[in-house]
């Protein structure tokens, strides 16, 4: 995957969003081994702009080893100051599944009810009330707990 190009303003963006991060991997003395490389990718997968700190004193392995990430896994080089190196790649949208949506209940609903004084010249009052899931707001105001449906009885299932 060839690394991906950006303008210098679009650098100095993603530089100043990483200078507060801290290094989420870390290469030792052995390099760069399929190991790193597939814990870089997941991290680049999961937060986007991220920081790896080098071991090694070799200023020219270093940027070895900067230039080889950026073209192996589709990152963009932001920087590469002492023995830290920056990348960024956008982070992929995550895919929806239809289980999930499925097993999803009903959430929390806010409503406003407003309640009438039986004097005619004030200003009905306004509660707002939150209705879970499993519960109903009545013509009234009130919150009640969702009907269960009934049970049929199994003697009357056979019958008919």
Known sequence: MPQIQLTIAERKEHRAQAHHLDPVVMIGNDGLTAGVKK???AALN????IKVRVQGDDRAQREEIYQALADELGAAPIQHIGK???LWRPVPPKAKTRADDEDRKAGPRDFKVLKYSKQGGQRPEVKTLRVLG???LTPGGQVRRAKKPKQKSVKKGRMT
Do not use: Y
């Open 134 to 136: 499993n519960q109903r």
């Open 84 to 86: 830290l190196l920056v």
């Open 39 to 41: 814990e870089i990718d």
């Open 46 to 49: 999961a937060h986007g702009l």
